[in-house]
């Protein structure tokens, strides 16, 4: 009954040789994710008649000679990018019946590289959290069990088997901590190395595209398509930086892999057995191990929110019901944006924006924001300092198993989720989350972390120890209330 | 007691770029609303600014023709705060590091000394939409084509003393972005827009006393009335004994008054932080002396340069470089034909008047130097005489028409053909016996009477200086 899962490379060569076609791939994939969407809550919409329309494109320009990467592979889409022609939600129910007049760019370049959008997938309020649990369209489930969350939606139609490529935005972890929760592979790229045009971001300078998939490779083939400069977002000219040539192997007697479990008592002996499973593992595969100590990481999962907090409350100050989000009916302008901000933002995006108004106001900007920052650009050296001693750096993902759905923890205990994620982003270094283990029978990931631009090699150190490690069931199982 | 007047303006000019600061809308007016702009002008969900490098550019040569301090590495930060006219919800300006800082520029007093103004800085900024009110009061409509236009705002120190200082202060201004390139400054068209500061304290006081701030001015002489009326009011409060309530004026010129348009000025929170869509602005200091080498002459400098190399007296100068476009005009009309008093005398002259009565600028005016130079030509080689010149200037003004195809259209061409005017002659001195006898008599006067006659009779063509000569001839003595 588990249907064989085939990886998003070789699908794309097996179209593009003839021996299969984007369409009937398509129908089926639909009929597919139409079922599984009534019982897990995957998709905000699923574009029917648009992925047809691109399957159609897809074996044409096959057909026609064309060579396309990602030819036929079905992509999900978090619904915070915008889609041209497409209804964008943005993680608010005042947005549904948005339709973004343009394509986000890292949708566009999925698109031409031939992949087949399947469908916009759920997310938190206005995209802020990393359960779904918030989300106005109510909570996605879990593949595994139907009990738990399924942390990103995205993650969840991968695992699922509703489609094979996962393009979503991770700001403290969503994506990373959904990819863990959901038993595959979630990388955050480099800040830089995808455009973030068509993104909307709560955080300018945390929020990023990246990519989720069952396996390192097909995350290697699609960031290789994404990846480049792009005028639309400045932070692109990092991508004129890179190698143009790429190393084809590695040899791991070269690496070495720092190894962090010295948070003392806050990590669980679950995160610890992980990694030092995961860790003899890398040392089986002949990469080198060394321990590392990590001296600020506690103050930065603070530092992070604090700055989120205040981009946020400016990111999202557009939603005033003159142009967009809900516009409310009142007797004044004052009213008008109370009422509208009301309608637009769900409980967590509104305590949001108040803690960022409330940071950057000017008796708390000082002590609050700049302190943050400047805690960033400490946490920025350390992490240098670090990478000094090792080529990458594994740590744990999650602090706990996916939240259980109707259970929803209060706030603070939900920042905490990011207690790992988060500080990876504040120092704006890319990360992998890759499947270690199941605990309870719910999968457990590790983060596998470099320094700026080390993406490629963080996807082929994990590839060379993946195997046995890709372990999500295509099935669904129910929880065992239901 | 007698109090002094304490200004300070601050000045925002639209920058003369082909597109907006952070998208590739066009940059330029348009009746229709709503028609300049994008997803990224409107502040569409995932849209990203991207820094146009020309203002960049504008905004650097604006600081230095300021003499401000550049700063090398300067960036954008958000201005936040909730009106319909800003798309985003903030207004992305430089707050924390502008551009330029610290520079001056030197005025006239009312008596005519020299006075250094203190400019405090010069920063970019975007500007905003345009609301649009209905009559009746029941709905607003926002036009967006405005938003996104790259500005610089230019802030003062508070050194301007009087309403005087304040609008020489910003017809100098005017003059040097102009000349720069940087701006139309047009401020009957908003390309310049200006709000004053302004406050009275007792003479010999160095504390500020409490300010008013006005706005909604569209000329420099508005500003200079609304502050002499600001004066007044404030003075006359103080004089009763009252304080000064710090708040928000309009100027209305209408009725010539100020009315408030906001109460108490409080310092507003724009809890301002660094953008982070953006990348820094980073400068070369090669890049800041390429751009001091290539800024152009100022008005100054080149009113000098008229005086010594074209020898015009210091009025003429003066006059001519009172806009870059003027200027301009006058040294190319000068590469056409080499007579630079004479040319100065046309453009002071009827072109000015043309351009007066017509509401135009030189820049936009049809009569260009290729048509003045060639005008001024045939006049020296005696085709047409300056009067049928100064018609020939009308209607090429409004024509286009090059001069000569006018005089050759019109039969324009001066008579200097003696054999035609003698006729011409014996009849005008039959006609007026009496001017004849008393020219006669000794009264000399009377010949140009008689060389006006001649000249009606062929309706301003004929060579007033043969005509004279060929009558005293006539009617001299024998």
């Not at chain 1, 942390?151 to 393009?167: E, I, K, P």
């Not at chain 1, 979630?186 to 990023?208: D, M, N, V």
């Not at chain 2, 103004?117 to 905003?128: F, K, L, P």
Request: charged fraction near 25%.
């Amino acid at each position: 009954m588990e249907a064989k899962r085939k990886s998003a490379h070789q699908l794309a060569r097996e179209i593009g040789n003839g021996q299969n076609t984007a369409r009937r791939l398509t129908e089926e994939g639909l009929k597919r994710c139409k079922n599984l969407n009534a019982s897990l809550n995957t998709f905000t919409f699923i574009a029917e008649n648009e992925a047809l329309e691109q399957a159609k494109r897809v074996d044409k320009m096959i057909a026609a000679g064309e060579e396309l990467p990602l030819a036929g592979v079905p992509l999900a889409v978090k619904d915070d990018f915008c889609c041209s022609g497409l209804p964008a939600s943005l993680g608010s129910a005042a947005f549904k019946n948005f339709v973004s007049p343009y394509s986000a760019a890292a949708v566009e370049a999925l698109l031409e590289a031939g992949c087949v959008l399947i469908g916009k997938t759920n997310l938190d309020d206005m995209g802020m959290g990393s359960s779904t649990l918030s989300s106005p369209f109510g909570p996605s489930l879990n593949p595994w069990s139907t009990e738990y969350a399924a942390g990103s939606a995205g993650a969840a139609a991968v695992s699922s088997g509703q489609c094979l490529l996962s393009l979503e935005s991770d700001t403290g972890g969503a994506l990373r901590l959904g990819a863990s929760h959901c038993g595959i592979f979630g990388l955050r790229p480099t800040p830089g190395r995808i455009s973030r045009y068509g993104l909307s971001a709560f955080s300018s300078s945390f929020s990023q595209a990246g990519i989720a998939a069952a396996n390192p490779e097909d995350i290697g083939v699609a960031l290789e398509v994404l990846s480049g400069f792009d005028e639309r977002d400045v932070s692109t000219v990092l991508c004129r930086e890179l190698p143009q040539e790429k190393e084809k192997d590695i040899d791991p007697g070269t690496i070495t892999i720092g190894v962090w479990d010295g948070d003392g008592d806050r990590q669980s002996s679950a995160n610890r057995d992980l990694i030092s499973q995961t860790g003899e593992k890398f040392r089986q595969g002949d990469f080198k191990i060394s321990e590392i100590s990590l001296e600020l990481f506690q103050e930065t999962l603070r530092a992070y929110y604090i700055v989120a907090f205040a981009e946020a409350s400016s990111n999202l100050s557009r939603y005033d019901g003159i142009r967009f989000g809900e516009a409310a009916a009142a007797r004044n302008l004052d009213e008008l944006y109370e009422q509208s901000r009301r309608c637009t933002f769900g409980k967590e995006a509104r305590r949001r924006s108040i803690f960022g108004t409330v940071l950057l106001g000017k008796d708390r900007f000082e002590p609050y924001y700049r302190q943050a920052l400047k805690i960033r650009r400490l946490f920025q050296e350390e992490m240098a300092r670090v990478f000094k001693q090792c080529d990458l750096l594994l740590l744990p993902v999650v602090k706990n198993l996916a939240p259980l759905i109707g259970r929803e923890a209060g706030f603070i205990d939900q920042y905490e989720e990011d207690y790992y994620t988060a500080p990876i982003s504040l120092a704006g270094l890319p990360a992998l989350s890759l499947p270690a283990g199941t605990i309870e029978n719910m999968p457990v990931g590790l983060q596998l972390v470099g320094p700026p631009l080390a993406d490629d090699l963080i996807l082929k150190v994990a590839a060379g120890i993946a195997e046995g490690l890709s372990i999500p069931p295509i099935a669904v199982r129910p929880g065992r209330d239901s | 007691m007698d109090y002094e007047v304490v200004i300070g303006l601050e000045v925002h000019v639209e920058l003369k770029t082909e597109s907006k600061l952070f998208c590739s809308c066009p940059n330029c007016f348009v009746p229709e609303p709503n028609v300049n702009t994008c997803p990224v002008c409107l502040g569409f969900p995932g849209t990203l600014p991207r820094l146009n490098r020309e203002a960049v550019k504008l905004a650097l040569t604006a600081s230095l023709a300021l003499n401000c301090r550049i700063a090398l590495r300067s960036w954008f930060d958000r201005k936040n705060y909730f009106y319909p006219d800003i798309p985003k919800g903030y207004q992305i300006s430089q707050f924390y590091e502008p551009i330029g800082s610290r520079g001056s520029l030197t005025i006239e007093d009312d008596l005519g000394r020299p006075k250094v103004i203190r400019i405090g800085r010069v920063h970019m900024e975007e500007d905003a939409g345009k609301l649009i009110h209905s009559p009746t009061g029941d709905a607003s409509l926002v036009d967006y084509n405005r938003a996104g236009v790259p500005l610089v705002e230019i802030v003062t120190e508070p050194d301007l003393r009087t309403p005087g200082d304040a609008r020489r202060y910003l017809e100098k201004l005017k003059i040097i972005l102009q000349y720069a390139g940087v701006s139309d400054c047009k401020m009957e068209e908003g390309s310049l827009r200006c709000d004053a500061n302004i406050s009275l304290r007792p003479s010999g006081s160095e504390t500020l006393g409490s300010k008013t701030e006005l706005k909604n001015m569209n000329s420099f002489k508005a500003v200079e009335k609304s502050l002499e009326h600001e004066i007044k009011r404030q003075r006359a409060i103080l004089k009763s004994g009252k304080e000064v309530i710090s708040q928000t004026l309009r100027w209305e010129e209408e009725s010539q008054k100020t009315i408030v348009m906001r109460g108490k000025l409080q310092a507003h929170d724009y809890r301002c932080f660094a953008d982070c869509d953006l990348a820094p602005i980073e400068l070369t200091a090669e890049e800041v002396e390429e751009a001091r080498a290539a800024l152009p002459e100022m008005a100054e400098a080149r009113a000098e340069r008229f005086v010594h190399d074209y020898k015009l007296p210091d009025y003429d100068a003066l006059m001519l470089t009172s806009s870059r476009g003027l200027a301009d005009y006058f040294e190319s009309c000068l590469e056409f034909y080499n007579n630079p008093k004479n040319v100065s005398n046309w453009i002071m002259g009827e072109l000015s008047a043309r351009l007066n009565s017509a509401g135009i600028e030189i820049e936009s005016c049809s009569f260009g130097p290729e048509h003045m130079a060639e005008l001024l030509r045939m006049i020296d080689e005696n085709l047409i005489s300056g009067k049928i010149a100064k018609d020939v200037l009308e209607k090429a003004f409004y024509s286009g028409k090059m001069p000569r195809r006018i005089v050759e259209e019109d039969g324009l061409l001066q008579i200097s053909d003696q054999s035609e005017l003698e006729g011409i002659i014996e009849k005008v001195i039959k006609e007026n016996p009496d001017s004849v006898g008393n020219y006669r008599r000794g009264k000399t006067k009377a010949i140009g009477f008689l060389v006006g006659q001649v000249m009606k009779e062929t309706r301003g063509k004929a060579n007033p200086k043969l005509v004279n000569e060929l009558l005293v001839k006539k009617i001299g003595f024998k």
